[in-house]
């Protein structure tokens, strides 16, 4: 059985950073790509970043320069870190992962919400 799970949500001030985590269980996880995408009321899920297994990595515009997507394949484990935070950046944030040979997994979020 596929796990995703996240952690690493909460509230933090405009300008403020935090650091998302997403452990995966049930997949050989060093080959599979893995993103965060992100939900905000009213809006489309959209792409945060991705990175494959070849740690190639993409990131949507809005986040580019702030956000840094990582991953520790002994660990199972992807990272999004997210600095210099704006209150459009807050969103339901859902880890997922995905290759050619299998559907696209998804865990079941983490609430970031930027505002003083």
């Known amino acids: 059985q596929v796990q995703l799970v996240e952690s690493g949500g909460g509230l933090v001030q405009p300008g403020g950073s935090l650091r998302l985590s997403c452990a995966a269980s049930?997949?050989?996880?060093?080959?599979?790509?893995m993103g965060w995408f992100r939900q905000a009321p009213g809006k489309q899920r959209e792409l945060v970043a991705s990175i494959s297994s070849g740690r190639d990595t993409v990131y949507g515009d809005s986040v580019k320069g702030r956000f840094t997507i990582s991953r520790d394949n002994l660990g199972n484990t992807v990272y999004l870190q997210m600095n210099s935070l704006k209150p459009e950046d807050t969103a339901d944030y859902y880890c997922?992962?995905?290759?050619?040979?299998?559907?696209?997994?998804w865990g079941r979020g983490t609430q970031v919400t930027v505002s003083s």
């Open positions: 049930g997949i050989m996880f060093r080959f599979y790509t």
């Open positions: 997922s992962s995905w290759r050619v040979e299998d559907r696209k997994y």
